[in-house]
C-alpha cells in the first residue's frame, strides 16, 4: 500500500524554525520525484518544493527560496522541509506527494498525496 507521512507541524512565532518530515512506504522511490505543497485556508494548494529522488536535484518556490531547503535521507525513504525564517503567510497545512518520474511544480502531476501537517506562524 502506497502511503505518505507527514510530521512536524505546530505553532512558531515569525522568524523561527520547523523542520516536516515525510515518510514514503509502498513504492519505488529511485523512480520517482517528491514535493512539498501547502493549502492555506480558502486558498488553491501551492507548490513549495521538490525533489528528484534518485539524484537529489531540488526546485522551490520564489516565495521560499532562500528561507526552506528539501534534503532526502534514503535509508529512511524520508523526506524533510528545513523551514527558517518563518513569516505568517507561510501558515498552512503542507502535504507531502510523489509522482513518477522527474519532480516537477504541477500540482496536477503528483498522485501519491499525505494527509497534511499543520504549520501556524504566528506571534
Known amino acids: 500500500q502506497v502511503q505518505l507521512v507527514e510530521s512536524g507541524g505546530g505553532l512558531v512565532q515569525p522568524g523561527g524554525s520547523l523542520r516536516l518530515s515525510c515518510t514514503a512506504s509502498?513504492?519505488?522511490?529511485?523512480?520517482?520525484?517528491m514535493g512539498w505543497f501547502r493549502q492555506a485556508p480558502g486558498k488553491e494548494r501551492e507548490f513549495v518544493g521538490t525533489i528528484s529522488w534518485s539524484v537529489g536535484a531540488t526546485d522551490y518556490a520564489d516565495s521560499i527560496k532562500g528561507r526552506f531547503t528539501i534534503f532526502q535521507d534514503n535509508a529512511k525513504n524520508t523526506m524533510y522541509l528545513q523551514m527558517n525564517s518563518l513569516k505568517p503567510e507561510d501558515t498552512a497545512v503542507y502535504y507531502c506527494a510523489a509522482k513518477p518520474g522527474t519532480w516537477s511544480i504541477d500540482v496536477e502531476r503528483y498522485i501519491y498525496w499525505g494527509q497534511g501537517t499543520q504549520v501556524t506562524v504566528s506571534s
Open positions: 509502498g513504492f519505488i522511490l529511485d523512480y520517482h520525484a
